[in-house]
C-alpha cells in the first residue's frame, strides 16, 4: 500500500488541524492504519492507530482527549482530527500502515509537517 499525507501546516496553540493520509490499492480495508510523529532526529512517537475494523483503538497519552483518528475505507483514506494544538505537538506527522500489527508498521507514507506556534 502506497501511503499520501497531508494536512500540515502552521498554526498557533489552541488551533485546529485534520490530517489525511490517501492509500492506494484495493485492500485498504485490511490495513491497520497508524500516525506517528517525530521531532528532529528524536524516534518516532506512536501517536494514534485504528484497526483495520476500527475497532480497535489506541491514543498516546499525549494525544488523548484531544485527537481523533478515524478511517474511510470507502474513500481509502485515515484522519486525524487534532484539537487543542500545543507547541509540543509540533512534529513531522507520518501515516503508516500495516496488515497484521497495530504498533508496529510496515509501510510509510512522507510525512507533513505541524508547526504549533504560540
Known amino acids: 500500500v502506497q501511503l499520501q499525507a497531508s494536512g500540515g501546516g502552521l498554526v498557533q496553540a489552541g488551533d485546529s488541524l485534520r490530517l489525511s493520509c490517501a492509500a492506494s490499492?484495493?485492500?485498504?480495508?485490511?490495513?491497520?492504519m497508524g500516525w506517528l510523529r517525530q521531532v528532529s532526529a528524536k524516534e518516532r512517537e506512536l501517536v494514534a492507530a485504528i484497526s483495520w475494523t476500527g475497532g480497535s483503538i489506541f491514543y498516546a497519552d499525549s494525544a488523548k482527549g484531544r485527537f481523533t483518528i478515524s478511517r474511510d475505507n470507502a474513500k481509502n483514506t485515515v484522519y486525524l482530527q487534532m484539537n487543542t494544538l500545543k507547541v509540543d505537538d509540533t512534529a513531522v506527522y507520518y501515516c503508516a500502515a500495516d496488515r497484521y500489527s497495530i504498533s508496529d508498521f510496515s509501510s510509510w507514507g512522507q510525512g507533513t509537517q505541524v508547526t504549533v506556534s504560540t
Open positions: 490499492g484495493r485492500t485498504f480495508s485490511s490495513y491497520n
